[in-house]
């Protein structure tokens, strides 16, 4: 039974400060154009000591639940890779940041940037079983590859948080999904450390085929054809993935591949990724507000979603965009959200990059360097502290 749910608002948050490219290429003497043009990036988000994927998640949060209030929210679930304690959903110091009513089920749920789309999927269902109900999805993510290493240009860090629900004001979630799974070592983080392990051309190509993997699938499950789709929303490890994985998917259903087509199917969902770097679980849903902020009316369209995480796990899925989606934008506040950023210098990334909390149960508070609306005081006890403006 087909029936009204989808994404009824979405609002992200990033960082306090941010790396220009330019600043890594001067470091590293990388020619500036491989990062522009090569991969894409302009710019990175780089948290502040006293931000996590708890202050972000809570600062993407905060103003669905402004507009909406909390009352239809029953569940939370909290996506991310990044994640800060082994058996404590980060969701929950987040429950506790908003206020949200005891009367509500928090998890965290993983498998790499595909995380918020499962988390999305579980919502779904969730609301088909009580469509009075309704589901707050935070994807919250640092992205951490070794300094000096390949990676560290497709670095960053955001949050997006969206309200799922009946009669949604943005875009209505289709059926059917289609769904690929293999196992393989492209890019993963062990528990001990810090920063992710990555095979960068073997992720490139298990990404391509987890492309393959989604679209048989999903044409198999009778979904639509390509040409009916207005845009397609691909994860952006960084922006130039995007475009490689739409030819590859046009490739593969036996298309031309022509510049224009694709950067019409492609360019306006790459604004927010292009200055924020990879996000993992949350860029995708970047694209798709870049997509909503930046599009003539795309009432009735349907857009192409593919939600690619490392190890892997990918799944292609359809939305139609709701008429009147307009006036619910958060356009102002989203390029604020970008804007707000300071730059810092190479210098002071890496000191930032470098810091860890020391593992032995002191008070460790750490220097107050965000003006965003939450912060992590520090650590005490092994226990971490927040705190709301
Ligand atoms: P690299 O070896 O630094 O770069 O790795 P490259 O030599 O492959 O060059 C990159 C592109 O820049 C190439 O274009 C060059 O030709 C071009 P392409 O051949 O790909 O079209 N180039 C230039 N262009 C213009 N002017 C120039 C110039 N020089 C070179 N002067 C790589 C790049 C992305 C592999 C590396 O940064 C990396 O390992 N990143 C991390 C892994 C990653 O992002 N993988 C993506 C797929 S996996 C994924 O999406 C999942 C993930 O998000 C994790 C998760 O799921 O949790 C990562």
């Known amino acids: 039974m087909s029936i009204n749910i989808g994404i009824h608002d979405l609002s992200f948050a990033t960082t306090e400060f941010v790396l220009p490219h330019t600043e890594l290429a001067a470091y590293?003497?990388?020619?500036?154009?491989k990062y522009h043009l090569g991969i894409g990036q302009e710019s990175?988000?780089?948290?502040?000591?006293?931000?996590?994927?708890?202050?972000?998640?809570?600062?993407?949060?905060?103003?669905?639940?402004?507009?909406?209030?909390?009352?239809?929210?029953?569940t939370v679930v909290f996506a991310t890779e990044s994640s800060i304690d082994q058996a404590k959903s980060a969701g929950v110091y987040v429950h506790s940041l908003l206020g949200l009513p005891s009367a509500t089920r928090v998890v965290e749920l993983k498998q790499a940037c595909y995380g918020a789309t499962a988390a999305l999927q579980f919502a779904i269902g969730l609301v088909r079983r009580d469509p009075a109900q309704q589901v707050l999805v935070i994807a919250s993510d640092v992205s951490?590859?070794?300094?000096?290493?390949?990676?560290?240009?497709?670095?960053?860090?955001?949050a997006v948080a969206m309200l799922v629900g009946l009669d949604p004001a943005l875009v209505r979630i289709e059926d059917p999904s289609g769904l690929f799974t293999?196992?393989?070592?492209?890019?993963?983080?062990?528990n001990y450390r810090d920063a992710a392990l990555v095979d960068g051309q073997d992720s490139i190509n298990a990404y391509l085929q987890a492309v393959e993997g989604t679209w048989k699938d999903y044409t198999e499950q009778g979904g639509r054809s390509l040409d009916e789709f207005a845009a397609f929303c691909y994860h952006q490890p960084f922006t130039k993935m995007a475009y490689k994985a739409h030819r590859h998917l046009l490739n593969y259903c036996g298309y031309d591949t022509d510049k224009d087509d694709v950067a019409r199917a492609i360019g306006q969902t790459t604004a927010y990724n292009t200055v924020i770097g990879n996000s993992y679980t949350a860029s995708v849903y970047l694209g798709l507000a870049a997509l909503l902020d930046q599009a003539d009316d795309l009432t009735g369209r349907h857009i192409g979603f593919l939600s690619y995480g490392s190890g892997s796990v990918a799944e292609f899925f359809s939305g139609t965009v709701v008429g009147g989606y307009r006036e619910q934008l958060r356009t102002e506040a989203n390029r604020a959200a970008t804007d707000r950023r300071k730059p810092?210098?190479?210098?002071?990334?890496?000191?930032?990059?470098?810091?860890?909390?020391?593992?032995?149960?002191g008070d460790h508070p750490t220097p107050a360097q965000t003006t965003g609306p939450y912060r992590l005081?520090?650590?005490?006890?092994?226990k971490r502290i927040y705190q709301s403006r």
């Open 344 to 361: 810092v210098s190479y210098a002071e990334y890496r000191a930032l990059h470098e810091r860890s909390f020391p593992t032995d149960g």
């Open 377 to 382: 005081a520090g650590l005490s006890g092994h």
């Open 28 to 33: 590293n003497g990388t020619e500036i154009g």
């Open 144 to 158: 951490k590859y070794e300094l000096d290493s390949p990676g560290e240009a497709t670095q960053g860090a955001a």
């Open 182 to 190: 293999a196992d393989v070592m492209d890019f993963w983080r062990p």
């Open 44 to 74: 990175m988000s780089v948290p502040a000591a006293d931000e996590d994927i708890v202050t972000l998640g809570a600062a993407a949060a905060a103003p669905i639940i402004a507009r909406h209030g909390s009352d239809r929210i029953r």
